[in-house]
C-alpha cells in the first residue's frame, strides 16, 4: 500500500489540509490512500512535542488527535483515520464508495507501527534542539509517494522541525 494511484485524480479546487505526524501508523493509513487516489495536500506536521500546528487542531476540532483533515470543499473537519478514508473515496474516488480492502483496517497497525519502529521512530516527536523559527511563508513543497523510503526520510524530518509542505503524490505505478 501506499505506492500506486489512479492515473486520473479528482483534484480537490481548493487543497486538503492533513494535520498529522509521520511516525503515526493512523496517519500512514491516510497517506497510503491519498497515494491510491493520487491527490495532492498540505500537510501541517503535529509531533509530538510540538506547538505550532497542535493549537490549531484544538482550536479547529476541540481536541489534539490525529490525524485531522480539514477539507474545505466539503466544510467537513474529520478525525480518525476510518472516518478520513471514507471521506476521501466517497468524494474523491472513482465510485464514491471504499473498496473493501481500505474499509477495515485491524484496530492495531502492527504494519505500518512496525515501519515506524525500523525508520527509528524518525517524525514522532519534535526536534527541540533545532533552534525555533517562523515557518516560511510560502508552503514547501515535494513529489513522492507514501511508500518511498527516499520521502519517508524527508517527511521525518520536515515533521520533527514542524515545517509544513505541500505534498504531491506521484504514485510509482498507476492503475
Known amino acids: 500500500r501506499g505506492a500506486n494511484g ?4 479528482k483534484q480537490p479546487e481548493k487543497p486538503l489540509k492533513l494535520y498529522e505526524f509521520e511516525g503515526s501508523p493512523f496517519c500512514r493509513r491516510v497517506r497510503e ?18 506547538e505550532r500546528y497542535r493549537k490549531v487542531v484544538q482550536e479547529l476540532g476541540g481536541r489534539q488527535m490525529f490525524p485531522f483533515l480539514v477539507d474545505e470543499n466539503t466544510g467537513d473537519k474529520l478525525y480518525h483515520s476510518k472516518k478520513i478514508i471514507q471521506h476521501l ?5 472513482e ?11 485491524p484496530n492495531i497497525p502492527f504494519v505500518a507501527l512496525t515501519g515506524t519502529i525500523i ?24 513529489w513522492g509517494f507514501e511508500a518511498s523510503p527516499f520521502t519517508r526520510i524527508v517527511r521525518g524530518v520536515l515533521t520533527e522541525l514542524e515545517l509544513p509542505f505541500i505534498f504531491h503524490n506521484v504514485p510509482k505505478e498507476r492503475w
Open 6 to 9: 489512479t492515473p486520473f485524480p
Open 95 to 105: 465510485t464514491g464508495r471504499t473498496p473493501k480492502k481500505y474499509a477495515h483496517y
Open 119 to 142: 525508520n527509528g521512530a524518525r517524525g514522532v516527536w519534535v526536534n527541540k534542539a533545532i533552534l525555533k523559527r517562523p515557518a516560511p511563508e510560502q508552503l514547501l513543497e515535494i
Open 89 to 93: 473515496f466517497k468524494h474523491y474516488g
Open 33 to 50: 490512500v491519498l497515494t491510491l487516489l493520487n491527490l495532492d495536500y498540505e500537510v501541517y506536521p503535529c509531533p509530538k512535542g510540538g
